[in-house]
């Protein structure tokens, strides 16, 4: 069963770095996309970065740059490193899991699995 965990979240001032890291219960798929969301209080959740079991990537185009997404196959774990942050980046951040996905062109991850969040905050 595909039970994905977040760790990582905290407070940070402006311009500061947080690492969020995500573990999946199991790596049995065949294939499979992981990303990560966030939702601010009163605003819609959005997809910050998808990666798939090849390693290809996918950004939200404003925080390319900023955030890189990255796993760790033999930990089960894939990651969010965020820099130079701002406020706007508050918000509770999300790790999912979608199976038997590959991030092709065209393709859009309709994730299966998600995790409870966690929480980043960034003061100014």
């Known amino acids: 069963q595909v039970h994905p965990v977040e760790s990582g979240g905290g407070s940070v001032q402006a311009g500061g770095s947080l690492r969020l890291s995500c573990e999946s219960s199991?790596?049995?798929?065949?294939?499979?996309?992981m990303g990560w969301f966030r939702q601010a209080p009163g605003k819609e959740r959005e997809g910050v970065a998808y990666?798939?079991?090849?390693?290809?990537?996918r950004y939200e185009e404003s925080l390319e740059g900023r955030f890189a997404i990255s796993k760790e196959n033999a930990k089960n774990t894939w990651y969010l490193q965020m820099t130079r942050l701002t406020p706007e980046d508050s918000g509770m951040y999300f790790c999912?899991?979608?199976?038997?996905?590959?991030?092709?062109?065209?393709?859009?991850?309709?994730?299966?699995?998600w995790g409870q969040g966690t929480q980043v905050t960034v003061s100014s």
């Open positions: 999912a899991v979608e199976t038997d996905c590959r991030l092709v062109p065209g393709y859009k991850p309709d994730f299966e699995y």
């Open positions: 199991t790596y049995t798929l065949r294939s499979y996309c």
């Open positions: 990666i798939d079991m090849e390693g290809t990537t």
